[in-house]
């Protein structure tokens, strides 16, 4: 195994990019295969793959109750104590659990599948593909118990690896799905994904000699599954929460505006989640459990929570710049010429994302110091706000209406979290932390307002931000390597 020091710039970014580097893959193979469904199904077809990804999400979301973000805690508490037996115990419950959980919720999932098609998508015709989608939500919770165990035990290579393999044999059953039976594939679109990476995690997770033995659970086990399930409901109803108010914003917009309009409200949210995936991929898997096993000593957390918020600021520069001064060219490679028009909406979510991305470490601070019900609240919060915001503004503004939504909320969010983390661990993010998520984005609001002017000058300006910015990160790791770094 590989190990990494994580306290320096030059630590983060190298977890950064190996993981990074296996998410951009996934996002690439990922959009490989919406390339073909923009292509060949328009945005109709895009927006129906939409809805079916995220029914399925608010499932697997319900059946896994945190269980990657608790096991993955327990896991580095354990280790950081030495505790072997608790180690192995952590493993046992967690096999426990995901069996457990897939059988009730897929269960369940597939007994309602018709209620689910006509109640939630307003699309009665579609509760087959529902039924089949249960392959699918089984094959995530099962994922979800393995990838924890990998989480915990700090495995960025296994990790990496799962992420690019797993995304890749996925692509190509989607391709040839597409090529053979067009609208046909949009079921295997969906299921294949989480088949295959739960196959791929099952084999690491065997690989490196950790798979939970086949044990009968004890009272131990209860105690220790106890233990993990009074945070991971908490983690498991904020994103159950989340995906919910998504899941009204699209019904929000289909109400409104239509099919079509809900298909590049897709294409927009798609890009957002996948570039930021492969930054916040870098925190779930290696600073949360790191913050977990390290939140006892005050000063050590405090560097460590400040370091990985500037490192993700600058390493997002380059996307920020992307989709706010390319965003047309980016859309169309992507897409095609018919998601050109959601240029607007893309660039209002960017400038939203970049307080997006800033709360998110925060978050990851607040559930390893076993503040849960106040994450709940948080994410009890940015899903009623984006969600009422835009119902309130789409009438008026259209899709715009979302991205202005989005920006609120999230702004709002950066200085909440500000006030609790300053309350509850007397932690204050550092003026140079301050300045870097300022600086990205000044950068946002600025490149899209030119872009209002001039597509080409919005485009000029970009890439000599691209250039200021390598010459920043290189300047950054040479006075880390040359130990000048303060």
Known sequence: MTTYKTDSYHGIFRIISLL????????????IRMKFAAVLLGPIGVGIIGLLQNVSGIATTLGDMGMRQSGARAISRARAGGDENGLRRVRETLAWMGIALALMVGGAFFL???????RLLDQPDLANDVGWLTIGVVATILAAALTAILNGYQRVDEIGRITVMSALLSCIISVAAFWLWRDQAILIVVISAPVMLLCYSAWYVAKIGVFPRWVRPTAAHLATGSGMLKLGVYVMASALLLSACEFLVRLSIQRELGVVEVGLFA????????????????TSTEFFPRISAGMDDHVARDAAINLQFQSLCIASV????????FCPIVLQILYSK?????????????VGDVFRLSIYPLGFVLLAASHGRTYFLMKLFEGL????????LLPRFGLEGVGMAHIVTFTALFCIYQF?????LRFSLSPRSLLCVSTLAVIAIALSALAGLSEILAALTGSLLVVGWLIL??????????????
């Open 20 to 31: 990074g580097t296996a998410s951009v893959l996934s996002v690439v193979f990922g959009l």
């Open 112 to 118: 309602f599948r018709n209620a689910i098609a006509l």
């Open 267 to 282: 294409a927009a949210w798609t890009i957002g989640v996948y570039y930021l995936n492969f930054l916040m991929i870098a």
């Open 318 to 325: 380059p996307v920020v710049i992307a989709l706010t001064a």
């Open 338 to 350: 018919q998601f050109v028009v959601g240029t607007s909406l893309v660039r209002l979510m960017a």
């Open 385 to 392: 706000a984006f969600a009422a915001l835009s119902a309130l």
């Open 420 to 424: 609790l983390l300053r309350r509850f």
């Open 473 to 486: 990160v290189m300047r950054l790791l040479k006075t880390v390597r040359t130990g000048h770094m303060d």
